[in-house]
C-alpha cells in the first residue's frame, strides 16, 4: 500500500496540491493579463501621434501630456478622463486607438478596452434601469478583475442622463466603490457635442488670416465655449448630468476641423493600407471631390476623413 502522500489528508479530500494548482493557476492568469499592459514609451506615443494623426496639433499636445502625466503617475489620485469634441472624421475613434495601442499590448483589440456606443448598447429608454444595473456591474466587474481597464463611450452627446449618472461614482477622486479602487482606470468619452463651436472658432481664425498651428486650448475662450455649448444643448446627456459641475473631466480637448490637405494626407495613408501605390495627384483629386464647408470659401472638410477609404476604392484600377 502506498503511503498517504500528505500525511493528515485522506485521499479523498483536496489536498495540498490541488491548493498549489488552483494558486498557481490564478497567478499565472494574474501574470497573463498584466502581460497584456505595455510599459509606457512616452517617445512611443509622441511618434505614433506625429505621423497618423493629421491636422489636430490641439489633440496630440493635451493627449500626450495627460498620457504622460498618468501612465508615469505610481499613484493617481483619480482615474484618467478625457473628453474629446468634434464633427464627424475629425479622429476622435482613431486617437482613442492610438492612445490603446500605446497602452495594451494588443491595443483596441485587448479584452481590457471596453468599447460603448450609445444608440447600439443602449437603444431603448424603457428599458434604462436595466442598463443601468448592467453598466455599473460591468464596469465594476471589469476593474476589479483588471485595474488598468480602459473604457471608450462614443456617442456621448446622445447618451441618457441616468446612464452618464451611473458612470460618475468611478471618476471621481480617490475613487473606491464596493472596496474596488478606480484610480488606474481609463474613461474616454467621445462626442460631437461643441463640434459646430469648435469649427466657428477654426474659421474666424482663417478668415482673420491667422496660421491654424496659433489655436490653442484657451485661444478665443475655445475651451469655455465647448462648456458653455454643451450646456446650452437640451438635448445633450451632459446637460442634465452630473460630470461636469462635479468638474470630473480632466481635459475637454477640441478636434478642429480637417483642411484640404490633412484629407489629402488621409488618402496617402488610406493608398498605403489598401497597398495602392502612392499617387499625390490621386489623393488631391479624390479629397477635392469630398464635399467641403462653408458654401463659398469651402475650407473644411464636411465629413472629415470619414469616407476617404470608400471614395478612394471608386478611383483603384
Known amino acids: 500500500m502506498d503511503p498517504d502522500p500528505c500525511p493528515g489528508l485522506s485521499a479523498g479530500q483536496p489536498g495540498f496540491l490541488d491548493f498549489f494548482a488552483a494558486a498557481a493557476s490564478y497567478v499565472i492568469h494574474k501574470f497573463l493579463e498584466q502581460d497584456d499592459l505595455l510599459p509606457f514609451d512616452f517617445k512611443g506615443l509622441e511618434k505614433d501621434l506625429r505621423d497618423s494623426l493629421f491636422g489636430q496639433h490641439i489633440v496630440s499636445d493635451v493627449v500626450l501630456k495627460a498620457v504622460k502625466s498618468f501612465m508615469t503617475d505610481s499613484n493617481p489620485n483619480k482615474p484618467l478622463v478625457l473628453s474629446f469634441h468634434g464633427t464627424a472624421g475629425v479622429g476622435k475613434n482613431h486617437v482613442?486607438?492610438?492612445?490603446?495601442?500605446?497602452?495594451?499590448?494588443?491595443?483596441?483589440?485587448?479584452?481590457?478596452?471596453?468599447?460603448?456606443?450609445?444608440?447600439?448598447?443602449?437603444?431603448?429608454?424603457?428599458?434604462?434601469?436595466?442598463?443601468?444595473?448592467?453598466?455599473?456591474?460591468?464596469?465594476?466587474?471589469?476593474?476589479?478583475?483588471?485595474?488598468?481597464?480602459?473604457?471608450?463611450?462614443d456617442e456621448m452627446d446622445k447618451m441618457q442622463p441616468q446612464l452618464i449618472d451611473?458612470?460618475?461614482?468611478?471618476?471621481?477622486?480617490?475613487?473606491?466603490?464596493?472596496?474596488?479602487?478606480?484610480?488606474?482606470?481609463?474613461?474616454?468619452?467621445?462626442?460631437?457635442?461643441?463640434?459646430?463651436?469648435?469649427?466657428?472658432?477654426?474659421?474666424?481664425?482663417?478668415?482673420?488670416?491667422?496660421?491654424?498651428?496659433?489655436?490653442?486650448?484657451?485661444?478665443?475662450?475655445?475651451?469655455?465655449?465647448?462648456?458653455?455649448?454643451?450646456?446650452?444643448?437640451?438635448?445633450?446627456?451632459?446637460?442634465?448630468?452630473?460630470?461636469?459641475?462635479?468638474?470630473?473631466?480632466?481635459?475637454?480637448?477640441?478636434?478642429?476641423?480637417?483642411?484640404?490637405?490633412?484629407?489629402?494626407?488621409?488618402?496617402?495613408?488610406?493608398?498605403?493600407?489598401?497597398?495602392?501605390?502612392?499617387?499625390y495627384d490621386l489623393a488631391d483629386e479624390v479629397a477635392r471631390d469630398l464635399p467641403f464647408f462653408p458654401a463659398e470659401e469651402k475650407i473644411f472638410a464636411v465629413k472629415g476623413c470619414k469616407s476617404v477609404r470608400q471614395k478612394l476604392v471608386l478611383y483603384a484600377d
Request: aromatic letters at 12%; glycine letters at 4%.
Open 96 to 153: 482613442a486607438k492610438i492612445i490603446a495601442r500605446n497602452v495594451y499590448k494588443k491595443g483596441d483589440q485587448s479584452k481590457h478596452v471596453h468599447i460603448y456606443i450609445s444608440e447600439h448598447h443602449f437603444p431603448h429608454r424603457n428599458k434604462l434601469d436595466l442598463y443601468s444595473e448592467q453598466l455599473k456591474q460591468w464596469i465594476h466587474g471589469n476593474v476589479s478583475s483588471f485595474p488598468h481597464s480602459m473604457f471608450i463611450f
Open 166 to 279: 451611473v458612470i460618475k461614482p468611478f471618476l471621481d477622486y480617490e475613487a473606491n466603490v464596493d472596496g474596488v479602487s478606480f484610480r488606474n482606470a481609463i474613461f474616454i468619452f467621445l462626442s460631437n457635442a461643441g463640434g459646430n463651436v469648435i469649427a466657428e472658432v477654426a474659421l474666424d481664425f482663417w478668415r482673420e488670416g491667422k496660421d491654424r498651428e496659433e489655436l490653442w486650448m484657451n485661444s478665443k475662450e475655445l475651451e469655455t465655449k465647448i462648456l458653455q455649448n454643451i450646456f446650452n444643448d437640451k438635448n445633450s446627456g451632459f446637460l442634465h448630468s452630473s460630470i461636469i459641475d462635479h468638474h470630473l473631466v480632466d481635459h475637454y480637448i477640441p478636434f478642429l476641423p480637417l483642411e484640404l490637405k490633412h484629407v489629402r494626407q488621409c488618402v496617402m495613408t488610406e493608398m498605403h493600407h489598401l497597398n495602392m501605390i502612392q499617387d
